[in-house]
């Protein structure tokens, strides 16, 4: 507890006392509770728990789309009161839009930016690129395989160069090789653009790979369960007795 | 000759012989022309039809004016109240239970036996007729409406609420967009409803228009008269539905035609 205030100062994402649930009297079901955590900038930062510990809860608090029941989250500097303030986000299943082509999705994630029309162009183009998909521009979401459904939506987060970026589960849909390989894209991305992120699995695989910080929920008793720092040097190879002993470590952790 | 010529020629060729082998089958006695009339006979029935008129001057072409002007009142009346109100429905979820089971009951109501109700209010007019259609569109529209604009996927929604679209917003920016395909699947459905009862509708009070031109025909054993009827009936509901196909492509490019957009 004794750093937890020098923690509060750096942090960029701060949870306060996080509390939220669904329903209310006998019928009243406790998802999170007095979840205190603070996440410093450009940290990457993975949440893994068994399924109804609240790790998505969490993650659409962070991004406004949820309410929490009691206590209040700060992401860079300002109380969250609602979606649209900075928080990028990509979804388990990509949400692209269907009626707007690769690039139109990408360009709806700056409609609410100050850039002229030109330089709305200019950003689609660069991070079309820099997710490797120019030559799909106008290709519509159903043209697209799974992987790079993923990509737009990423690029489509990243559009709106947002103050943190909030994946739930994003590469859970897909099958296992586009999976690593979408870990790959997704880490040399964050070397370009540093964003702290917040990012839900059920792998924990994927977050010793992607990583800086995992943290474990648990249902019982509901809250953090584990903090660990993640320091082998990136890219990682998966098949390292460091990367195996803390597999198992975090493995335990969950089953406990 | 490609693979496309060649699946026409087939069809065609079929075609071409059923209609010999019927025309033989009732030029010998094996058919007989009141039931089924031979091809020829048809034929000459729509030549009778475009120059004289059945009943006399009413040529085939006021008929399907008038069959047209009919349908295309009550689908555009039943279109424009059906699209608002499933709209306000669909997103308000008390509203959507409370309407679903007059719903399920007026589209089970099957549009002709309301006819005699319908004579008692309106008369035996015009008015009768147009309303008769929209009321069968209208219930097949309304659901269609209600369902495109209900299951819009959440994550949709919450994915512009994220890029700072919210309110009324979202009805413009994400809903309706997402509800459009279906909502076209539904005008396409409904104008096939249109056209179904429409023989119905022009039973009574009239003698101008398809449906009337076939009840007539049957009045005076023109069996004829009445295929001609049928088969213009046939051909106008394929030409407005293959309309509305290209608007569709065009509105909702994402969900049709993907080979051409494509290309």
Redesign the interface.
């Known amino acids: 507890m004794s750093d937890s205030a020098t923690n509060t100062e750096t942090a960029y994402i701060d949870f306060r006392n996080i509390g939220k649930q669904f329903g209310f009297g006998d019928e009243a079901f406790v998802v999170l509770e007095g979840i205190n955590l603070s996440i410093t900038k450009n940290e990457f930062v993975s949440i893994v728990g068994r399924s109804g510990c609240g790790k998505t809860t969490l993650l659409n608090i962070a991004g406004g789309l949820v309410a929490p029941s009691s206590g209040e989250t700060i992401v860079a500097g300002h109380p969250v009161n609602g979606p649209g303030q900075g928080q990028g986000f990509v979804f388990q299943q990509h949400a692209l839009f269907p009626w707007l082509t690769a690039a139109g999705n990408i360009e709806f994630g700056c409609r609410s930016s100050n850039l002229t029309k030109p330089q709305k162009k200019d950003l689609v183009k660069q991070l079309l690129d820099l997710v490797g998909l120019s030559r799909v521009a106008d290709n519509y979401p159903r043209e697209l395989s799974g992987g790079m459904q993923q990509r737009i939506a990423i690029a489509r987060a990243l559009a709106m160069d947002p103050e943190i970026l909030v994946m739930d589960e994003p590469f859970g849909a897909l099958d296992e090789l586009t999976r690593i390989e979408l870990q790959d894209e997704l880490l040399r991305i964050w070397e370009v653009q540093k964003k702290t992120v917040m990012f839900v699995t059920h792998s924990i695989n994927e977050a010793l790979v992607l990583s800086d910080r995992i943290i474990v929920l648990a249902p019982h008793p509901l809250g953090v369960h584990m903090d660990l720092k993640i320091t082998m040097p990136r890219p990682r190879d998966r098949t390292d007795p460091e990367f195996n002993a803390l597999y198992k470590k975090i493995w335990v952790g969950l089953s406990s | 000759m490609n693979e496309l010529h060649r699946r026409y020629f087939y069809t065609a060729a079929v075609f071409i012989s059923l209609l010999l082998a019927w025309e033989y089958a009732t030029g010998n006695g094996y058919l007989k022309p009141y039931r089924f009339p031979a091809p020829s006979q048809i034929a000459k029935a729509f030549v009778e039809l475009s120059n004289v008129g059945f009943p006399r001057d009413l040529t085939i072409w006021i008929h399907v004016q008038t069959t047209v002007g009919r349908i295309a009142q009550g689908y555009v009346a039943a279109i424009l109240l059906a699209i608002p109100l499933g709209y306000v429905i669909g997103r308000v979820p008390v509203l959507e239970k409370l309407t679903n089971p007059l719903i399920v009951f007026g589209r089970s109501i099957a549009t002709l036996s309301l006819l005699p109700l319908v004579i008692v209010w309106f008369g035996t007019g015009e008015l009768t007729k147009v309303i008769l259609i929209a009321y069968g569109c209208f219930w097949t529209m309304i659901s269609n409406v209600i369902a495109g604009v209900k299951y819009v ?1 959440k ?2 929604i ?9 309110g009324i917003g979202l009805y413009w920016t ?1 809903i309706l ?2 509800a ?1 395909p279906r909502i076209f699947a539904g005008a396409r459905m409904a104008l096939g409803v249109g056209f179904m009862v429409i023989v119905g509708a022009e039973m009574i009070g009239t003698i101008e228009g398809l449906g009337a031109l076939i009840m007539e025909a049957r009045t005076f054993y023109r069996s004829e008269v009445t295929i001609v009827g049928m088969l213009i009936i046939g051909v106008i509901g394929f030409l407005i539905s293959s309309g509305l196909g290209r608007l569709e492509k065009y509105l ?4 049709t035609g ?1 080979d051409e ?2 290309r």
Not at chain 2, 252 to 255: G, K, N, S, Y
């Open positions: 996927d994550d949709l919450n994915a512009a609420r994220v890029f700072g679209v919210k994400v967009p997402a459009l909702v490019p994402w969900d993907l957009v494509r």
